[in-house]
C-alpha cells in the first residue's frame, strides 16, 4: 500500500504525481491511450489516497521504482555557492515527460537523467535547468512537439548545444554556447510539427560561486 491511510484526503501534489505516473506509463507503452485517459481523468477526480491508489497499483515508479509514492520525495536545494562538482551525479528521476492534452513541467532542484524525452501532443511543458542536478557530465535531452510547446530554461553557466528543427514550426535557440569550466555539457535535439520548442538562457536565483 503506498498510504496507510487510504481515508486520507488526497493533495494537488498528490494527484499531480500519480498524473505523472500515468504520463510515463503511457509513454512506454504500459498503458493504451484509452486506459490512460481513464485513468488520468479518475486521477484529478479522487479525494482520497485510497481513490488513487488503484490507479498505479500495476505500475512502477516513473524511472524504474519499485511502486508509486504519495509521499513527495525530499531533494536538497542547490546551495549557493555550490560549484558544478557538487552537482553532477547522483540517481536521477523519471526519463520521460509528456504532456497529451495538459502540461507538465519539470523545474526548481531535480536531478536531470542522462538521457532524457519530453513529449508534447496538444500540450506543453516546461523544462528549468537552472536549479538542477544532473546524472552525468554528458546529457541529451530529446523534444518532441506537434500542435504544442515546449520552453528550456538554461543558466548562464551551462554548456549547451541545441540541434533541433522545425516542420510548419520552430526549433528556437538563443542558448548555445560553452559554459563554465567542469559544467555539464547538454545537447538538445527533437523536433517541432506545427508546434514550437524555445531554449533560452537566463541567470538562476543563485548564482554559482
Known amino acids: 500500500m503506498m498510504s496507510e491511510l487510504p481515508e486520507m484526503r488526497a493533495s494537488d501534489a498528490e494527484r499531480e504525481r500519480i498524473a505523472e505516473a500515468l504520463r510515463e506509463a503511457v509513454a512506454e507503452g504500459r498503458l493504451t491511450m484509452e486506459e490512460f485517459e481513464e485513468r488520468l481523468e479518475a486521477a484529478y477526480k479522487a479525494r482520497t489516497h485510497g481513490e488513487l491508489e488503484p490507479l498505479v497499483r500495476d505500475l512502477p515508479a516513473p524511472g524504474g521504482g519499485a511502486a508509486v509514492s504519495l509521499t513527495k520525495a525530499t531533494s536538497?536545494?542547490?546551495p549557493a555557492g555550490e560549484g558544478?562538482?557538487?552537482?553532477?551525479?547522483?540517481?536521477?528521476g523519471g526519463t520521460v515527460a509528456v504532456g497529451v492534452m495538459g502540461g507538465f513541467q519539470r523545474k526548481g532542484t531535480w536531478t536531470v537523467p542522462r538521457r532524457f524525452?519530453?513529449?508534447a501532443f496538444w500540450g506543453g511543458g516546461e523544462i528549468d535547468l537552472r536549479e538542477a542536478r544532473f546524472e552525468d557530465g554528458e546529457i541529451v535531452i530529446r523534444c518532441v512537439a506537434?500542435?504544442?510547446g515546449m520552453q528550456i530554461v538554461v543558466p548562464p553557466e551551462?554548456?549547451?548545444?541545441?540541434?533541433g528543427f522545425g516542420?510548419?514550426?520552430g526549433f528556437g535557440d538563443k542558448a548555445s554556447g560553452a559554459g563554465t569550466p567542469g559544467s555539464p555539457r547538454v545537447r538538445i535535439t527533437g523536433f517541432a510539427f506545427w508546434g514550437g520548442v524555445g531554449?533560452?538562457?537566463k541567470e538562476r536565483r543563485k548564482s554559482l560561486e
Open 84 to 92: 558544478w562538482a557538487g552537482r553532477i551525479g547522483g540517481p536521477a
Open 146 to 148: 506537434i500542435m504544442g
Open 199 to 201: 531554449v533560452d538562457r
Open 117 to 119: 524525452t519530453a513529449f
Open 167 to 169: 516542420i510548419m514550426g
Open 158 to 163: 551551462l554548456d549547451v548545444h541545441v540541434g
Open 76 to 78: 536538497s536545494p542547490v
